[in-house]
C-alpha cells in the first residue's frame, strides 16, 4: 500500500470508527453531561487525569471549561492533575508513580466532585487509583476508555459513567475521546447558559 493509499485509509476508518461510537455513546454521554452538570451547579468541581495523550486530553478538556468552548460564559471549576511537575514528581519520587493522580484527588476532590479518568486501555495503574481514591471521597466518575474498558470497566459504580470506544486501536480510540470531551463540554454550555 503507498503512502497516499495509506492517508486514505485513516481518515476511512477514523470515520467508521466515529460513527460507530455515536450509536454506542450518544446514550452515556448524555448521561456523563448531566452528571457533570450537576456537580458545576452545585459548586462542584471536575479534576481530570491520564498519561501520554490522556494526559494532553485532560489538560484540553479543564481548559476549555475553565476559560471557554465555544461560547462567551462564566468560568467553570476544573483541574487537570497532569500539570503541575513538582506534585508530580515529588510523590513519583517520595511514593510511588501509580500515587501521582491518587494522591492529588485525595487532597482536591470533595463529595460530589467527578473524575474524569482518561485510558486508552482501560489499564493504567495510576488511573485506577485515581478512581479508588475518587470513590473513598464519594466523588462520581466519567472514564472515557477503549479495548472493552479493561480494568476500568469493572470499578464503575452506581452514577458512574464509562465512555468505552468500540475499538483496539489506541488512535483510534483517542480520536473519539476528543469527540467526547468536546461533546461534554458543549452540552455542559447548552443545559447551563443556553442557545447563545
Not at 492529588?104 to 479518568?117: N, P, S, T
Not at 480494568?151 to 475521546?177: F, G, W, Y
Amino acid at each position: 500500500m503507498d503512502l497516499l493509499s495509506r492517508i486514505n485509509q485513516q481518515f476511512d476508518d477514523s470515520i467508521k470508527t466515529k460513527q460507530h461510537s455515536r450509536d454506542v455513546l450518544a446514550k452515556p454521554l448524555n448521561e456523563a453531561t448531566h452528571l457533570m452538570v450537576e456537580c458545576l451547579r452545585n459548586g462542584g468541581k471536575i479534576l481530570a487525569c491520564g498519561n501520554g495523550g490522556s494526559a494532553a486530553d485532560a489538560q484540553h478538556f479543564a481548559a476549555e471549561l475553565i476559560n471557554r468552548f465555544e461560547m462567551e460564559r462564566p468560568e467553570l471549576a476544573s483541574i487537570a492533575l497532569t500539570t503541575d511537575s513538582s506534585v508530580l514528581t515529588s510523590i513519583a519520587n517520595d511514593y510511588d508513580y501509580n500515587q501521582i493522580f491518587s494522591k492529588q484527588v485525595r487532597g482536591l476532590g470533595r463529595k460530589g466532585d467527578v473524575l474524569l479518568a482518561i485510558s486508552t486501555s482501560g489499564n493504567s495503574p495510576n488511573v485506577i487509583a485515581a478512581i479508588d481514591a475518587a470513590h473513598q471521597r464519594d466523588m462520581h466518575v466519567v472514564a472515557l476508555t477503549g479495548k472493552e474498558g479493561g480494568k476500568i470497566a469493572k470499578l464503575m459504580k452506581d452514577k458512574d459513567i464509562n465512555l468505552c470506544v468500540p475499538s483496539n486501536v489506541t488512535a483510534r480510540t483517542q480520536e473519539v475521546h476528543l469527540v467526547c470531551m468536546h461533546c461534554l463540554c458543549d452540552g455542559i454550555d447548552h443545559i447551563m447558559f443556553g442557545n447563545k
